[in-house]
Nanobody
Framework: QVQLVESGGGLVQAGGSLRLSCAAS????????MGWFRQAPGKEREFVAA???????YYGDSAKGRFTIARDNAKKTVYLEMNSLKPEDTAVYYC??????????????????????WGQGTQVTVSS
């Protein structure tokens, strides 16, 4: 079982930066692919980024070139560095974990359904 706790959200002006962290419990963190998703009011949950156990990364279109996902297996933590933030990045950001060996095809890493464990979310608000 994996429990996830996000932190680092807050209020930032457009053009600013934030770094989100997701701390995981459990002994098998290194077996999990980790993902970040976000959900804005009235919108569906959106894939932001994912990182596999071997370090391969994937990004959603909105994150490419601005966001960076990274993991530290020793600290059981995954990070999302967000730069050049825009008001449309405002959302609740969720950390998710899924066993890497079970996710399957590369195209599955952007699917929320492939991640079995979720954090409670952290609010990011970008003011214009």
């Amino acid at each position: 079982q994996v429990q996830l706790v996000e932190s680092g959200g807050g209020l930032v002006q457009a053009g600013g930066s934030l770094r989100l962290s997701c701390a995981a419990s459990g002994r098998t963190f290194s077996l999990y692919a980790m993902g970040w998703f976000r959900q804005a009011p009235g919108k569906e949950r959106e894939f932001v980024a994912a990182i596999r156990r071997i370090g391969t990364t994937y990004y959603g279109d909105s994150a490419k070139g601005r966001f960076t996902i990274a993991r530290d297996n020793a600290k059981k933590t995954v990070y999302l560095e967000m730069n050049s933030l825009k008001p449309e990045d405002t959302a609740v950001y969720y950390c998710a974990a899924g066993l890497d060996d079970l996710i399957g095809a590369i195209s599955n890493y952007n699917s929320a359904a492939k991640y079995a464990h979720w954090g409670q979310g952290t609010q990011v608000t970008v003011s214009s």
